[in-house]
């Protein structure tokens, strides 16, 4: 599923803060919380946007696929085996994301390799893997699992029922012998139990009758009861519920990688403001899973999801070895967990054409295990999307790297400036805009003048739909 992030609504906001406001954001930085930038942009003042957006979309995967999108209306024409999406509408408003699912037509091929080399330079491949992992007799072990559930402000309403709607999904899920305990966070925490509980018929019953009793309010502070979670299930599972709207993702993020042993993190995102950044994050360094939950879409798919990935049978420990071909820089460079049934990538860079082997390694239930995949490499192929598929993927792992490791952020902030400018693909630190240079008399000879752009409110939730229009934050200059 392809998600392209909305332009418009705001974030969670800050508290308790001694720093003056000195920009158009809603609320004031907060120490406590660690968000310095609340009054700068991450919490815009709302109103009446006179912008849209539109889409014009090409998908081509080298085989027919199907395209849908749950968040909007969109008109999608076969050409010649590639799929043209637009919107339905001539124009979206900035007040979602926009998200479409693109599925294969028919059998998925249990493996295969797309490659993009222009000229004589190095090329760029991707390789998908679907693993068939169960084998008769193999049962899942016992696990622990631990549900974080957002009850902050901005889940009021649709969010929060459609989040305990999913939490009740979840408990239904676990099996005799595994152990679980919830925990809903706002601007404290709420615990369904100090510890750990056995999964039972009166445990279950419990925590639904604990769930009907939560409400919305407060502010969105994820970062100690995600630590206590981790730290109550070192080697479990975390199922994070959640609109993901906060201001602090890389010390989350930071807390939670050292506070883990083998945890994984399981992601469900709510709602049609979801801020995408830290679920993703949590979710590919733990080895977890991340789902998004739009209006449109059913809360049971997803659930099912993400529990068929967290309980599923898995090669960890993966090893990737390439014979017969020469490639580098592989994304990600420690390859991810294979799951049964779940689509595995990895994409990298060749530096000629060939035709070799890739020879997969791993653990499975404590056993060795090995797959051999046939890859051809080919001379020349026009699928620039492979390249920036690897870009994308190679900034999202260094992106994360120098969070965790911030004596590496300055090397890393350059490496991904240079794939994002080289490449076309946004990061945390570039951005892509029109600029537009006047000559003549077209040019103005006093200060530029600041002028206040709206932003749409996050579509659906009621918290932003009843304050009142105000002027936006985003700044333009002539």
């Given at each position: 599923?392809?998600?392209?992030?909305?332009?418009?609504?705001?974030?969670?906001?800050?508290?308790?803060?001694?720093?003056?406001?000195?920009?158009?954001?809603?609320?004031?930085?907060?120490?406590?919380?660690?968000?310095?930038?609340?009054?700068?942009?991450?919490?815009?003042?709302?109103?009446?946007?006179?912008?849209?957006?539109t889409v014009d979309l090409v998908v081509d995967l080298g085989r027919a696929v199907s395209v849908d999108s749950p968040s909007h209306?969109?008109?999608?024409?076969?050409?010649?085996?590639?799929?043209?999406?637009?919107?339905?509408?001539?124009?979206?408003?900035?007040?979602?994301?926009?998200?479409?699912?693109?599925?294969?037509?028919?059998?998925?091929?249990?493996?295969?390799?797309?490659?993009?080399?222009?000229?004589?330079?190095?090329?760029?491949?991707?390789?998908?893997?679907?693993?068939?992992?169960?084998?008769?007799?193999?049962?899942?072990?016992?696990?622990?699992?631990?549900?974080?559930?957002?009850?902050?402000?901005?889940?009021?309403?649709?969010?929060?029922?459609?989040?305990?709607?999913?939490?009740?999904?979840?408990?239904?899920?676990?099996?005799?012998?595994?152990?679980?305990?919830?925990?809903?966070?706002?601007?404290?925490?709420?615990?369904?139990?100090?510890?750990?509980?056995?999964?039972?018929?009166?445990?279950?019953?419990?925590?639904?009758?604990?769930?009907?009793?939560?409400?919305?309010?407060?502010?969105?502070?994820?970062?100690?009861?995600?630590?206590?979670?981790?730290?109550?299930?070192?080697?479990?599972?975390?199922?994070?519920?959640?609109?993901?709207?906060?201001?602090?993702?890389?010390?989350?993020?930071?807390?939670?990688?050292?506070?883990?042993?083998?945890?994984?993190?399981?992601?469900?995102?709510?709602?049609?403001?979801?801020?995408?950044?830290?679920?993703?994050?949590?979710?590919?360094?733990?080895?977890?899973?991340?789902?998004?939950?739009?209006?449109?879409?059913?809360?049971?798919?997803?659930?099912?999801?993400?529990?068929?990935?967290?309980?599923?049978?898995?090669?960890?420990?993966?090893?990737?070895?390439?014979?017969?071909?020469?490639?580098?820089?592989?994304?990600?460079?420690?390859?991810?967990?294979?799951?049964?049934?779940?689509?595995?990538?990895?994409?990298?860079?060749?530096?000629?054409?060939?035709?070799?082997?890739?020879?997969?390694?791993?653990?499975?239930?404590?056993?060795?295990?090995?797959?051999?995949?046939?890859?051809?490499?080919?001379?020349?192929?026009?699928?620039?999307?492979?390249?920036?598929?690897?870009?994308?993927?190679?900034?999202?792992?260094?992106?994360?790297?120098?969070?965790?490791?911030?004596?590496?952020?300055?090397?890393?902030?350059?490496?991904?400036?240079?794939?994002?400018?080289?490449?076309?693909?946004?990061?945390?630190?570039?951005?892509?805009?029109?600029?537009?240079?006047?000559?003549?008399?077209?040019?103005?000879?006093?200060?530029?003048?600041?002028?206040?752009?709206?932003?749409?409110?996050?579509?659906?939730?009621?918290?932003?739909?009843?304050?009142?229009?105000?002027?936006?934050?985003?700044?333009?200059?002539?």
């Open positions: 599923m392809w998600t392209i992030p909305n332009a418009g609504g705001a974030a969670g906001g800050a508290s308790r803060a001694r720093r003056r406001a000195t920009a158009q954001g809603t609320a004031r930085p907060s120490r406590r919380i660690k968000v310095p930038d609340a009054t700068t942009g991450s919490t815009p003042k709302i109103g009446d946007a006179r912008y849209g957006l209306a969109v008109v999608v024409t076969d050409e010649n085996g590639r799929a043209r999406v637009r919107f339905a509408a001539p124009s979206a408003r900035l007040d979602r994301d926009v998200v479409l699912r693109v599925r294969a037509a028919g059998q998925e091929p249990l493996a295969s390799i797309a490659t993009h080399r222009d000229g004589a330079g190095e090329g760029f491949f991707c390789l998908d893997v679907l693993p068939d992992l169960m084998t008769e007799g193999r049962r899942a072990k016992p696990q622990e699992v631990v549900f974080v559930i957002d009850t902050s402000g901005s889940m009021s309403g649709d969010p929060l029922e459609r989040a305990v709607t999913a939490l009740r999904l979840c408990l239904r899920q676990l099996r005799e012998g595994d152990r679980f305990n919830v925990v809903a966070f706002s601007t404290g925490q709420r615990w369904f139990q100090k510890a750990m509980v056995p999964f039972t018929q009166k445990t279950l019953e419990a925590a639904d009758q604990w769930a009907a009793r939560l409400d919305a309010n407060g502010g969105t502070e994820i970062l100690a009861p995600m630590v206590k979670a981790v730290e109550q299930a070192p080697d479990g599972v975390i199922v994070l519920l959640t609109d993901g709207e906060v201001g602090n993702e890389d010390a989350v993020l930071n807390a939670v990688m050292k506070a883990r042993r083998t945890a994984r993190v399981c992601t469900l995102g709510i709602g049609t403001n979801v801020s995408d950044a830290l679920l993703r994050s949590l979710a590919r360094n733990t080895r977890g899973r991340v789902e998004f939950i739009h209006p449109t879409e059913r809360v049971d798919d997803a659930v099912v999801g993400v529990f068929a990935n967290a309980m599923a049978p898995r090669v960890t420990d993966v090893t990737v070895r390439f014979e017969g071909v020469s490639v580098s820089e592989l994304a990600p460079a420690t390859p991810a967990d294979l799951v049964d049934g779940e689509g595995w990538s990895l994409a990298g860079r060749y530096a000629s054409a060939g035709v070799g082997r890739a020879v997969l390694r791993g653990t499975l239930d404590g056993e060795q295990w090995a797959m051999v995949v046939p890859v051809s490499f080919a001379e020349r192929s026009a699928r620039p999307a492979v390249a920036k598929l690897w870009a994308r993927a190679r900034i999202a792992e260094m992106s994360d790297e120098g969070v965790v490791d911030p004596r590496r952020a300055e090397g890393v902030k350059r490496r991904v400036i240079a794939l994002s400018t080289e490449h076309g693909v946004v990061s945390r630190y570039t951005s892509f805009v029109l600029v537009e240079t006047r000559e003549g008399d077209r040019r103005m000879n006093a200060m530029p003048e600041t002028r206040v752009v709206p932003v749409y409110p996050a579509a659906g939730q009621p918290m932003m739909d009843a304050m009142p229009a105000q002027r936006g934050f985003a700044r333009r200059s002539w």
